[in-house]
Each structure stands twice: as C-alpha cells, then as structure tokens.
C-alpha cells in the first residue's frame, strides 16, 4: 500500500476513532505477545532527555503506588541536564534510583544505550524535543520497551505518516505507549466528557481556546562556544524542525482536549498570524496565532494563541452547547475545574486570585475540588495497564493530535486554508536526516545571508512553511 492510500484510509479511521479510548479497536483481532513487568514485579524505567519534564515524568512514574518502580538508566546530549536531574531524583526518591555511573549515557546515541541496558516489558521516558520522537521510539519498538512519550509526537506531514506506522508496530507487539495528552487521564475532564455525552449542554455548537502568555519560543543570538545543533536543540520551541514552534508544542493541548470533548478531529483550518516585535529573537515563531478549526459537522472551534508580555494571559478552554456551556479547562492544565453552566455566560476568571468562584445560580455542575493532578493519572494508567497486561497504546490519537496542530500552524504560517489530508500528505519534511545528527554535525536549519533562520511569510510561500 502507498503511503497516500494509507493516509486515506488512516484518515477516515481517525475521523471515526476520534472519540475512542485509544488502543482497543486496534487491537480487535491480533494474537498479542505478553510484554509485562519483570518477574519481581519491579517495573524498571530509563530516562531519555533530562530536562523539565522528562524528570517530571520521573516524578510521576516513580510516584505510582500499586507496585515496585525503579529508575534504571539515564541519558541526554548535555552533562549538566543529565547530572541535575539525576540529582533531583535522588534526592526524592533515594531508595527507586540505581543508576550507577556506568548506566548514565550522552551524546546522540544515548538513547540506544540506554534501551540496551533494558530489557523488553521495561518502560522508557521519552523526554527529548519532538523531533527525536520517532527516531527513539523506533529503537524502543525494536527491543519490546514500553514506553511514555511526551507530546507533540510529530511536527510535520512526513513524521506523522511514520508515527502512525510506528504506532500500528507497537500495537502488534502488544507494547503499551502512553503519550503526555495527560488532560485525557483527567477524571474531571472524562466526568465533564461524560456529561457532554449524555446531552447536559445539548449540541455542541461552538468551541473557544486560549493559551496566550508572556512570550515564549524565543532565540537569541548563539552564544560563543556552543555548536549551532546544541544551540537549536536547546532552544527548541524556537525551531520548527525541533518542536513544530511554540503552536504545535504549547497548544496541541487545547486543540486536543477540545476536539476530544467535540468527539472528532478537524478536518481543516483557516487561520492568521504575523511577528509583530520579536526584539532581537531569531526564531521562527509568529506571536500571535488566531486560528478556525472547523470539525465534519462545520461547529467551529476558535483558538487564540499569543506570545506577548504585556497582555492578558489566558490558559483555557470552552465548549458553546444548543443548552448549556461548559468550561474544560480554567488557569492551566490542573486544576481543570470543570464545570456546566446553564445558559452561555460564565464569569470570567482572569487569574487564581479569582477562586475560589463565588457562587452561582447559572452553574449546574462542577468537579469537587481538590482534584489530583493528570500529570500523575495518566502514570497510573500506564503502570497498571503494564501491570494487568491491558491493551493500552495511545500513538495513533497522539499522532492525529500532533497532525492537527501542525494543520493549525501551517494555515497560519501559509495564509491558506489546510485541511487533514493535505496536513497528512505534505511532503515538507523539516529534519529529514534527524536519525543521523552528530555532536560536531551541521543543525537541520541554517542562518541565511541576513544572518537569520527563514520566518514563514503568509500568501508568500504558500505551500510550505519557510
Ligand atoms: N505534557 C506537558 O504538559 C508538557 C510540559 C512540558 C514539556 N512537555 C514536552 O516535553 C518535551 C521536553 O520538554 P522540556 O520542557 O522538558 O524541555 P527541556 O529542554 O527541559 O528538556 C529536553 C531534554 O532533552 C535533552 N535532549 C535533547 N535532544 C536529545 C537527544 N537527541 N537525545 C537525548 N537527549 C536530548 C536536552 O538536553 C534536555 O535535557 C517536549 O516535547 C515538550 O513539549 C510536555
């Protein structure tokens, strides 16, 4: 089959899989191997990528209770990455950390290492910038590892195709992959999905997102000594062959969380966008970002990104229904404070000064409050399907998810409207040789002759994103 009939066929299951808990569709039919927890019960994890998050996952994973968990192996491209995170996690969580000198890799084969220091039914953290994604999982596949990935999963059309490949792999080898989508592990969200679900606020009709904050995705100059690559990898949300920029990196969450309430993928977007004032900032990021998906049934989601000091900020997102509204995320990711109101005015909350929310005779429904964060659900989940050998695999919807984002941000980039299937089919593959970087090797984008990284230009380069 041509990788065009597969992106065909894989687009009509996403726009019927959309609403599905990930994995056990796919699995209908297929005689699985069991790739479980070692024999002691012990569950052994690696790092791979030591920066914020990846020790965050860390945190969570080791956090779980229900069973023995072990951190085992470490890697990274920076010592210092490396050696602070392994000093936060020892000092947390002292007796689950045996990683001796020898198990602690760096360089762009760390990875590989790291795995092979494994064995198959452990599980890794994939906690480097996306576009390392499918190089690492991959290898991951390859020796039976489980594995949490963080998203975005991909950051272009090219990526996505191979991720889905990947994705269908991993399900037949029965490995149980969770993507950093924690929002769906939320037990406030799936309540309020629920309820949606069960007619609370009638049809959905409209749909608003926000993520707009102080600036972000921002480059200076290269600082003297630090090779390019190391420099565009550190900087990441700046480059859009690392991250898919700061649209597809910060706000595939809202864009997820609204279509997963919605129960479908968009199948296009429209959108604008442009630099106003960068300041000095080489990226490749425009900073503001305001964006019409439009779902099968032509209901409109509205996203609104910013990149900009000064400015309100909002973290939040809405859903507009035939009898009532619903508020899916509040301030940020956790808490999500769900809650029904019964006609289509909410108060507006600007920032944790406003709560706790006065009370309100339009509210018919909200998620007790204090709510345990997704960040540590989702690590439930995962551990316990490795544990109980249940079908878990989130790659496909977190592929579809990075597609859709991506689909966002090209229309912006492009000034054209970007549906699915083109999303899915574009040839532009922004770090075709992403498997094959080296320490001392050339970065994937270069400074042009105006000492700068090329910016997309709307109506300009119409199909491609710079
Ligand atoms: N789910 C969420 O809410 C959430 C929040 C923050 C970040 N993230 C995601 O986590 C990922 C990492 O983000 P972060 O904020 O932790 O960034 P970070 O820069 O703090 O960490 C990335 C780490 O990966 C290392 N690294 C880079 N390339 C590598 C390679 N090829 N091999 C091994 N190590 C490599 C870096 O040196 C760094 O230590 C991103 O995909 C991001 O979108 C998710």
């Avoid at 929002?183 to 999905?193: G, K, P």
């Amino acid at each position: 089959m041509s990788e065009n009939q597969t992106s065909a066929k894989s687009r009509r299951e996403f726009l019927t899989n959309a609403g599905r808990t990930a994995g056990a569709s796919a699995l209908a039919g297929i005689a699985l191997p069991h790739v479980h927890a070692a024999e002691n019960n012990t569950i052994q994890i690696a790092l791979v990528g030591c920066g914020g998050r990846g020790t965050g996952a860390a945190v969570n994973a080791l956090s779980v209770q229900g069973g023995p968990t072990k951190l085992v192996a470490m890697a990274d491209v920076v010592p210092k990455k490396l050696n602070d995170s392994y000093d936060k996690l020892k000092s947390k969580f002292a007796a689950q950390i045996d990683v001796p000198p020898e198990r602690r890799f760096l360089g762009f084969d760390a990875y590989r290492q790291a795995m092979d220091s494994m064995k198959a039914g452990d599980v890794v953290i994939l906690g480097t910038p996306p576009a390392f994604r499918w190089v690492q999982f991959s290898y991951a596949i390859e020796k039976g590892i489980h594995c949490f990935m963080e998203k975005p999963v991909t950051v272009d059309g090219p990526t996505t195709r191979r991720m889905l490949k990947l994705g269908e792999l991993s399900v037949r080898k029965n490995l149980k992959v969770g993507v950093g989508l924690m929002v769906r592990h939320c037990r406030a969200r799936q309540e309020l999905l629920n309820r949606i679900r069960a007619g609370q606020i009638g049809d959905i009709v409209a749909m608003r997102a926000y993520r707009m904050g102080q600036g972000g995705g921002t480059a200076g100059p290269r600082p003297e000594g630090v090779s390019e690559l190391t420099y565009q990898i550190q900087r990441f949300h700046a480059f859009l062959w690392a991250s898919g920029g700061v649209f597809s990196d910060y706000y595939i969450h809202q864009i997820d969380e609204c279509s997963w309430m919605k129960g479908a993928w968009p199948v296009a977007a429209h959108a604008v966008g442009g630099r106003h004032y960068r300041g000095g900032s080489l990226d490749q990021n425009f900073d503001t970002y305001s964006v019409q998906y439009e779902f099968p049934d032509g209901t409109r989601l509205f996203f609104d990104g910013r990149n900009m000091a000064g400015c309100r900020d909002e973290f939040a997102s809405y859903a507009h229904g035939s009898k009532g509204s619903a508020v899916i995320s509040t301030l940020s990711h956790t808490p999500g404070m769900t809650r029904i109101y019964k006609g289509q005015k909410m108060p507006r909350v600007n920032s944790r000064k406003d709560l706790p929310l006065p009370a309100d005779p339009d509210l018919t429904w909200a998620f007790p409050q204090p709510e345990k964060s997704p960040y540590d659900w989702e690590w439930d989940d995962l551990l316990e399907a490795i544990r109980q050998d249940k079908p878990y695999n989130e790659v496909q919807r977190g592929a579809e998810a990075s597609l859709v984002a991506s689909m966002g941000r090209m229309a912006a980039h492009t000034g054209q409207i970007v549906t699915f299937d083109q999303m899915l089919n574009c040839p532009h593959e922004f770090a075709p040789g992403v498997d094959k970087l080296t320490m001392d090797g050339p970065a994937p984008i270069t400074l042009g002759a105006d000492g700068k990284y090329p910016v997309p230009e709307p109506g300009i380069k119409k199909d491609r994103e710079y």
